[in-house]
């Protein structure tokens, strides 16, 4: 019992073997198709043709990640630690909406809830380590690289979801037409192109632009500082893995660690047994 536990453990939480690296790339691709599913889904024209199959779709991706959900609690000591917390409620909210749709009216609204799930990429470019002895600029662009990666992600994230948002304050008679259609015009916004073809008429809208306008003049900074802090880092880093400890969930620590440096527990029960 507690051996398959241990193993299951290690796959999902962990990316340091080829078992656990696979699992990050399948879920990885899982998260993305379903924020594809959902931004098809209100495209009148591609929903009418292809309903069917992004519904089936839409119930293999909600079924894989209930089961996900499921195993993540079983497989630690607290899950109670992992249920109330920051992914864990994530996790929850981007698998509910479809089975709430069976229960409230109107509730496939929810579904967009989804996209919160690309934030899961935060986990999985823990992966991603840079070690080895080299100067400081090459050390800054291999270090920056993941980071930019995960800044150009939340970006999207925050154009899908302001794009959603608008697409349900403005709605088609603003020329909202549907939710690519409205993340266009976030991205729009975002990067202070703004073309004009579309805007907001309600007030709503119009304050919810003006929060995404004043967003963007942050966003654009952000790469640059990204670069120029690792650069001006001069104290090498002290190599990590993704090692997770069943007990209290904490990561990062070092190469060949037996124990938890937060709570004491064995990193690898299994090993030592």
Known sequence: MARWRSKLHEIIYEADTPMGKAFDLVLLILIILSVVFVMMESVSKIDAQYHELLYIGEWVITIFFTLEYISRIITVKKPFRYIFSFYGIIDLLSTIPLYLSFILAGSNYLLTVRALRLLRVFRILKVTRYIGASNKLRRAILHSRPKIFVFLFAVVITSIIAGTIMYLVEGEENGFNSIPHSVYWCIVTLTTVGYGDIS????????????????????????TGIVTAEYTRAIDQIDTNTQCCPNCGESKHKDNAKFCHTCGDILNPESDS
């Open 200 to 223: 907001p008429a309600t007030p709503l809208g119009q304050f919810i632009a003006s929060i995404i306008m004043i967003m963007g003049y942050g966003i654009i900074a952000v790469p």
